[in-house]
């Protein structure tokens, strides 16, 4: 079978990532179908190789030593649709891009992701961290998600419930190992309205377009504020090599929310007359703002260290300024932690996925802090 799979050895990683920063692949295999991607998945498991799977590496942080074993990176393209009344199912191939699929359904008049415009990366990454911005999230939409189990090396189905999904987490997340997603259904609206559940980007578009807009003018206005906070890809945006935000916003009990807010006052970082942002959501915690701690904190957009640092338009997004290594932007993202850590007794977790580190580089510190994963779906302070 070997013989047949087009694997290449010693594969430089980080022109493959957003980051742009990352050593090799041992082995890689670019699969442009799901025959393919499964004949790898059985390439490796009869070698007892690791193996991992890469998107549009949007979302990953790859250390400087690289990845042992076998990198299968989703390229299959297809796209079928099923209408049913209103819903039009449409089924998609998991290498093709989000952010097109986004364009294609706008264009279509279909409701549902208008507001995950932007977002880059592919379809078959989509459900690992259950994208979402700007009031909608992708578990609102999904009908079901084929992938390969590799624990029974089988195909399987898995609606949306079996998905696990939460706030930037589901199943896939959670067990890395065990999934490959082939085909992702998505169930979107036909005449839908555009979903305006975000303050910002119902306040935005209430000013630019008025009353009644339509889905390609919020997609539109989705696109200008992300574009504003260095939030987009390549032609798109200033060309940051980020995976966008850096930490997840943390989810904490009411009385947490109140402890961090009074160290912000004994701190002097938060006056008498202002509030510290906070979102409540469905079982009774609160979800912080992560580049509102970061700020606070005292770590300003724009910090540099050496080739790496803080945004200039976005707190929240640490970026490589070319010619650094994977090293310093984990150092860069511990010294943050630490300092919020220090100021808000808050622990910001890592949003993007870490790939061939020994163990997990920005785990907290065994003594623990309060910071957690919530699955509310408030709306958060979007990218
Ligand atoms: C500028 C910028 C803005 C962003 N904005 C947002 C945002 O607003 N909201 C948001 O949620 N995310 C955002 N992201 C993060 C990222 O774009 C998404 O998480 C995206 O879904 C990642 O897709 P990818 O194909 O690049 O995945 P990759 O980075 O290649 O992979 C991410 C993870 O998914 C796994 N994976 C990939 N494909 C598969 C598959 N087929 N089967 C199983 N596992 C798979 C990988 O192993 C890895 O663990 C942003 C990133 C950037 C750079």
Same mark, same amino acid.
């Given at each position: 079978?070997?013989?047949?799979?087009?694997?290449?050895?010693?594969?430089?990683?980080?022109?493959? @990532?957003?980051?742009?920063?990352?050593?090799?692949?041992?082995?890689?295999?670019?699969?442009?179908?799901?025959?393919?991607?499964?004949?790898?998945?059985?390439?490796?498991?009869?070698?007892?190789?690791?193996?991992?799977?890469?998107?549009?590496?949007?979302?990953?942080?790859?250390?400087?030593?690289?990845?042992?074993?076998? =990198?299968?990176?989703?390229?299959?393209?297809?796209?079928?649709?099923?209408?049913?009344?209103?819903?039009?199912?449409?089924?998609?191939?998991?290498?093709?891009?989000?952010?097109? *699929?986004?364009?294609?359904?706008?264009?279509?008049?279909?409701?549902?992701?208008?507001?995950?415009?932007?977002?880059?990366?592919?379809?078959?990454?989509?459900?690992?961290?259950?994208?979402?911005?700007?009031?909608?999230?992708?578990?609102?939409?999904?009908?079901?998600?084929?992938?390969?189990?590799?624990? @029974? $090396?089988?195909?399987?189905?898995?609606?949306?419930?079996?998905?696990?999904?939460? +706030?930037?987490?589901?199943?896939?997340?959670?067990?890395?190992?065990?999934?490959?997603?082939?085909? =992702?259904?998505?169930? #979107?609206?036909?005449?839908?309205?555009?979903?305006?559940? +975000?303050?910002? #980007?119902?306040?935005?578009?209430?000013?630019?377009?008025?009353?009644?807009?339509?889905?390609?003018?919020?997609?539109?206005?989705?696109?200008?504020?992300?574009?504003?906070?260095?939030?987009?890809?390549?032609?798109?945006?200033?060309?940051?090599?980020?995976?966008?935000?850096?930490? @997840?916003?943390?989810?904490?009990?009411?009385?947490?929310?109140?402890?961090?807010?009074?160290?912000?006052?004994?701190?002097? =970082?938060?006056?008498?007359?202002?509030?510290?942002?906070?979102?409540? =959501?469905?079982?009774?915690?609160?979800?912080?703002?992560?580049?509102?701690?970061?700020?606070?904190?005292?770590?300003?957009?724009?910090?540099?260290?050496?080739?790496?640092?803080?945004?200039?338009?976005?707190?929240?997004?640490?970026?490589? $300024?070319?010619?650094?290594? @994977?090293?310093?932007?984990?150092?860069?993202?511990?010294?943050?932690? +630490?300092?919020?850590?220090?100021?808000?007794?808050?622990?910001?977790?890592?949003?993007?996925?870490?790939?061939?580190?020994?163990?997990?580089? *920005?785990?907290?510190?065994?003594?623990?802090?309060?910071?957690?994963?919530?699955?509310?779906?408030?709306? *958060?302070?979007?990218?």
């Amino acid at each position: 079978m070997a013989d047949t799979l087009p694997i290449k050895r010693r594969v430089p990683l980080s022109r493959l @990532t957003s980051l742009r920063l990352g050593g090799d692949a041992e082995y890689l295999v670019s699969a442009s179908s799901a025959k393919l991607a499964v004949e790898a998945l059985d390439f490796a498991a009869k070698r007892q190789m690791p193996v991992t799977i890469l998107g549009g590496g949007s979302n990953v942080v790859i250390a400087d030593e690289g990845i042992a074993g076998l =990198v299968i990176v989703m390229r299959q393209r297809g796209r079928s649709e099923r209408q049913t009344g209103a819903q039009l199912f449409v089924n998609v191939a998991a290498g093709e891009s989000w952010d097109e *699929l986004v364009r294609w359904s706008v264009q279509r008049g279909l409701g549902g992701i208008e507001c995950l415009a932007g977002i880059p990366g592919t379809v078959g990454a989509a459900p690992v961290q259950n994208i979402g911005a700007y009031g909608q999230e992708l578990s609102s939409v999904v009908d079901s998600v084929i992938a390969y189990d590799r624990s @029974t $090396h089988t195909s399987v189905k898995l609606d949306a419930a079996a998905c696990g999904f939460a +706030y930037r987490s589901s199943c896939f997340k959670a067990q890395p190992d065990r999934y490959l997603i082939l085909r =992702v259904n998505l169930m #979107l609206q036909r005449d839908a309205a555009p979903t305006l559940a +975000y303050a910002e #980007l119902a306040r935005e578009v209430a000013e630019r377009v008025g009353a009644a807009p339509t889905l390609a003018q919020v997609r539109r206005v989705v696109l200008e504020l992300r574009g504003n906070k260095g939030m987009l890809l390549g032609d798109q945006g200033q060309g940051f090599k980020s995976v966008g935000s850096f930490f @997840t916003n943390p989810v904490v009990t009411r009385a947490n929310a109140l402890a961090v807010e009074q160290a912000a006052r004994a701190a002097g =970082v938060l006056a008498p007359q202002e509030t510290m942002p906070r979102w409540p =959501v469905a079982d009774g915690r609160c979800k912080l703002s992560a580049g509102w701690l970061i700020e606070r904190a005292g770590l300003a957009r724009g910090l540099t260290q050496g080739r790496v640092g803080i945004s200039p338009k976005h707190a929240l997004s640490l970026i490589h $300024h070319g010619g650094g290594d @994977t090293r310093s932007l984990i150092q860069l993202a511990r010294h943050v932690q +630490y300092r919020v850590a220090r100021r808000f007794d808050i622990w910001l977790e890592a949003e993007p996925c870490m790939l061939g580190f020994p163990s997990p580089p *920005l785990a907290p510190p065994a003594e623990g802090y309060a910071s957690g994963v919530g699955s509310g779906s408030a709306s *958060l302070p979007s990218p």
